[in-house]
């Protein structure tokens, strides 16, 4: 075969899209008589359920009042329910002259989700971890106190969004050093541990959260001695992490297997201890790699608070529930429905930000790959 | 003396499950020796080098390396792991730090040096093996060929009297097994006592003192390079640089 020397081509550009919304609408939307007929009639159903939403939200909306008289007419929402009750709603029945210790609290609480949303260079892990296990404790200090000058005060005074986002917290800050714990062990060579964790995995994994929920809360002080010297609501943040803590550890174990084993073989090469190769070269990999399902994880743990409504706590769904339910708002059922959609909102607030935060992590972890 | 073996076999046998992988395992190597172990694959070679810092177990005999012998006992593993480097096939590098924390984190934490002392060791075997430019990049940013001398210079920081090379070419496209190579055959030339478990016979006639031949879990074969490669006296080691040759 005679030698073929082909011309060298020099790097050209990508051919130029047409885009702008005409032609954009033109090729998805119009490209033909079905489609056009599909589009028209989508366009109807979003309009009108934007209208409804728009005059039922906001233009029809009674905004003030003190009682169910003031919302007489279902056009409109009723959101007078929500503007005159939001402080029992957020702070439960925490003592009014102390809502600053509350608030103190909240203000915390949005600093340590910025700490783990925006990055500070190398100090970054080292920042984040103090909030972690710095946040819990503040917390305890300022909403229960009893020390210090504060003032204590019983947690069964929690309630509202207070309660359900303690819970939460108490669920999330503790299943996650708990399940890492369980899961070391649950992954350990020792048989013994490696049983010992496996059974309290599965034990919490296949009981039912409202009969743990429903254990501890109800029936603990007639199981355990001096189970009832345990405030309730400290019950149920322990029922929380216990139970939460068996998800989590599954998470972790997740991300462990997925580190290949070349990384334990060159750690054990260059010498590292057990503990020395966990710390500093599978774990950080492996907690990377769990991201996504612990973020599920911890959406789940934020919604499910709502079954303390069974054990008769007041969350923040409880509380709208039974304030549905005093003589004040007794009234047409469009207030009820304002008070769920209300709920409704809220809760998708928190979730929708905690999935938008996943999200930007696996982006993240996959630019680094 | 430098006659006492700084790693010898004594009859070692090891199983997988009811496999057989090493049988009747006899081997001595001297300080500065550079040993070329070969064999078709499944033939228990890297088997052998990784029961030398025992991330593999044997069941029977004694293996003794730098005077120490192989036990369970935790304390035996830990020196003998100071003493003995390994560099794998697949590079293992920890893809969450930097080149240079990948070389310093081994000797802050086993070694105890200061972060300070470690980084300037770990800059001088980057010179070494000519990658001191990538220091602050990541692995996931090197190529094969850079990631695997990075893994050398990584093993090289622990002051190791003892290399391992596990197939340390195997993975690597053509174009950068040369430059993995020379500085391997750099590491023979200064004395560096080397196991190296690999196919590339350019390499194993430029530095190796012996040629292990390996099959079925046992020593075939033992000779220097030229005689193994021109004269191979079993007909397994025949067949085995047949087909190794074949496309050369």
Known sequence: MDPVNRIFHEEQPPPVRT??????????????????????????????????????????????????????????????????????????????????????????????????????????????????????????????????????????????????????????????????????????????????????????????????????????????????????????????????????????????????????????????????????????????????????????????????????????????????????????????????????????????????????????????? | MSETPIISFNTVNKWYGDFHVLRNIDLQVKKGERIVICGPSGSGKSTLIRCINRLEEHQQGTIIVDDIELTDDVKNIDSIRLEVGMVFQSFNLFPHMTVLENLIIGQHLVRRLPKRDAEEVAMTYLERVKIADQAIKYPGQLSGGQQQRVAIARSLCMKPKIMLFDEVTSALDPEMVKEVLDVMVDLAQEGMTMLVVTHEMGFARTVADRVIFMDEGQIIEENTPDAFFDNPTSERAQNFIGQVLHHL
């Open chain 1, 19 to 369: 885009t702008g919304l005409l032609a954009w609408s033109k090729e998805n939307l119009f490209s033909s008589w079905f489609n056009i007929v599909i589009s028209i009639l989508l366009f109807w159903i979003i309009y009108q359920f934007v209208a409804f939403v728009l005059s039922w939200g906001l233009i029809n909306a009674v905004w003030f009042g003190e009682t169910a008289k003031a919302c007489p007419d279902s056009s409109g929402a009723c959101w007078a329910f929500i503007t005159s009750r939001w402080r029992l709603f957020v702070y439960g029945l925490y003592p009014n002259d102390l809502y600053w210790r509350v608030n103190v609290v909240y203000v915390l609480a949005a600093i340590t989700i910025a700490s783990f949303v925006w990055s500070f260079g190398k100090s970054t892990m080292r920042i984040r971890m103090t909030m972690f296990i710095g946040f819990p404790i503040a917390a305890y200090i300022f909403l229960i106190g009893g020390f210090w000058g504060l003032k204590y005060i019983t947690p069964e005074n929690f309630g509202g969004l207070l309660l359900t986002l303690t819970i939460a917290t108490s669920g999330i800050f503790g299943s996650i050093p708990l399940g890492l714990i369980l899961m070391l062990g649950r992954t350990s060579d020792l048989k013994i541990y490696s049983k010992v964790c496996t059974v309290f995995i599965e034990f919490w994994r296949g009981v039912p959260h409202i009969v743990v929920i429903v254990m501890f809360v109800a029936l603990l002080p007639l199981f355990v001695p001096g189970g009832g010297k345990v405030d309730i609501v400290v019950r149920a943040f322990i029922a929380f992490a216990a139970f939460n803590s068996a998800y989590m550890a599954e998470v972790f174990r997740g991300g462990l297997q997925s580190i290949p084993k070349g990384q334990f073989e060159a750690s054990r090469a260059i010498g590292l201890s057990y503990w020395k190769m966990m710390g500093y070269i599978i774990l950080p990999q492996a907690i990377r790699n769990s991201i996504p399902a612990l973020v599920n994880t911890c959406i789940s743990i934020f919604k499910e608070t709502t079954i303390v409504l069974l054990v008769g706590f007041s969350d923040f769904l409880g509380i709208i529930h039974l304030s549905l339910e005093t003589p004040d708002w007794l009234g047409p059922p469009h207030i009820s429905t304002s008070g769920y959609v209300f709920a409704a909102m809220i809760y998708f607030v928190f979730t929708f930000g905690m999935s938008k935060y996943s999200k930007r992590l696996e982006n993240r972890s996959n630019v680094d790959n």
